[in-house]
């Protein structure tokens, strides 16, 4: 079982930036691949990042790429989300997901066991 805590989630004018964290606790963090995803009011859940459990392997969803960045620290059992050149469009509920993922399917929100509880993230035009 793995614990995922979501934060840095806030209020930022379009053009800004935030970093968003997710902090797991549980089983060996190490093990597995990490995956952001969001949802706004009205819009099924969609993917944004992963990174893999090793090698560091990452995958961006095409509305994020090169804007956002996705890394992890194993020694923390924490995953990053940092987000610059923040749109109106990105404003969601973030979540950050937990699984061992099949990569040729890793934008699948049903490739991830565990869940954390989302972080709210509006940008202001």
């Known amino acids: 079982q793995v614990q995922l805590v979501e934060s840095g989630g806030g209020l930022v004018q379009a053009g800004g930036s935030l970093r968003l964290s997710c902090a797991a606790s549980?089983?060996?963090?190490?093990?597995?691949?990490m995956g952001w995803f969001r949802q706004a009011p009205g819009k099924e859940r969609e993917f944004v990042a992963a990174?893999?459990?090793?090698?560091?392997?990452?995958y961006y969803a095409d509305s994020v790429k090169g804007r956002f960045t996705i890394s992890r620290d194993n020694a923390k059992n924490t995953v990053y989300l940092q987000m610059n050149s923040l749109k109106p469009e990105d404003t969601a509920v973030y979540y950050c997901a937990a699984g061992s993922v099949n990569w040729g399917v890793v934008a699948g929100d049903n490739e991830y066991d565990y869940w954390g509880q989302g972080t709210q993230v509006t940008v202001s035009s």
């Open positions: 549980g089983r060996t963090f190490s093990s597995y691949d």
């Open positions: 990174i893999r459990r090793s090698y560091g392997l990452t």
